[in-house]
């Protein structure tokens, strides 16, 4: 398929041109390729496959494909950063990618914000790919029994908190509006107990 990529040649290019406050001059064509069709003709069954989803608003639209197609179970680990979040009328979509991954219990798909913790971008991958085996020496199901509680962890975290600082960021004066509302959250949660 053939469609335009905004920005290119940028740092962050996409294929949605809403991202951008107004559409960059700078497009070009390209042609996509399916991520079910590229993990088909280069990834054997039994390799063990770390896989990292940040494209720049296309994540959801990679997941719900893989999802559709069963190529999600042939990656053992894959982790998505949500730059869908940064579209107008489209953030949503990262929601709804969630939950359809809960509702059909698929645990191999962990979130980008659980593992920012260096405050260094290396450091933090380094994180994500040693809570998973990365340097085991064993393989595929071996790993899976091995980190199976690691994926429920992070697999299933809802991030509740994280939209609302996210919608608190987008909507009022950012962070201040958020760490009010949390500390009164916390007292009201306090005055519930007692």
Request: contains cysteine; hydrophobic residues 35%; aromatic residues 16%.
């Given at each position: 398929?053939?469609t ?6 940028g740092?962050?290019g996409?294929i949605?041109?809403?991202k ?8 070009e064509?390209i ?11 280069n990834?054997?069954k039994d390799?063990?496959?770390f ?16 999802i559709?197609t069963?190529c999600?179970y ?7 950063d949500?730059?869908?979040r940064?579209?107008?009328?489209m953030q949503?979509r990262q929601?709804?990618t969630?939950?359809k991954?809960r509702?059909?219990?698929i645990?191999?798909v ?7 913790t ?5 450091g933090?991958?380094n ?5 998973f085996?990365v340097?085991?020496?064993?393989g595929?199901e ?5 980190y199976r509680q690691?994926?429920?962890?992070f697999?299933?975290?809802?991030s509740g ?5 996210e ?7 950012g962070?201040?509006?958020y760490a009010?509302?949390?500390i009164?959250y916390?007292?009201g949660?306090k005055?519930?107990k007692?």
């Amino acid at each position: 398929m053939n469609t335009d990529l905004y920005d290119a040649g940028g740092v962050g290019g996409s294929i949605y041109g809403d991202k951008f406050d107004n559409h960059p001059e700078i497009k070009e064509e390209i042609k996509l390729v399916k991520a079910s069709e590229w993990i088909k003709s280069n990834i054997r069954k039994d390799d063990i496959v770390f896989m990292k989803i940040n494209v720049e608003g296309s994540e959801c639209d990679i997941i719900d494909e893989l999802i559709d197609t069963g190529c999600i179970y042939d990656m053992y680990c894959v982790k998505v950063d949500f730059d869908v979040r940064k579209i107008p009328g489209m953030q949503y979509r990262q929601w709804e990618t969630r939950k359809k991954l809960r509702r059909k219990k698929i645990f191999n798909v962990v979130f980008a914000e659980d593992f920012k913790t260096t405050g260094d971008f290396h450091g933090d991958i380094n994180f994500w790919l040693t809570q998973f085996g990365v340097f085991e020496n064993m393989g595929i199901e071996a790993l899976r029994v091995k980190y199976r509680q690691n994926f429920k962890k992070f697999s299933s975290r809802r991030s509740g908190n994280k939209r609302f600082k996210e919608f608190c960021t987008n909507h009022f004066s950012g962070n201040y509006f958020y760490a009010g509302a949390r500390i009164f959250y916390r007292w009201g949660k306090k005055m519930i107990k007692k």
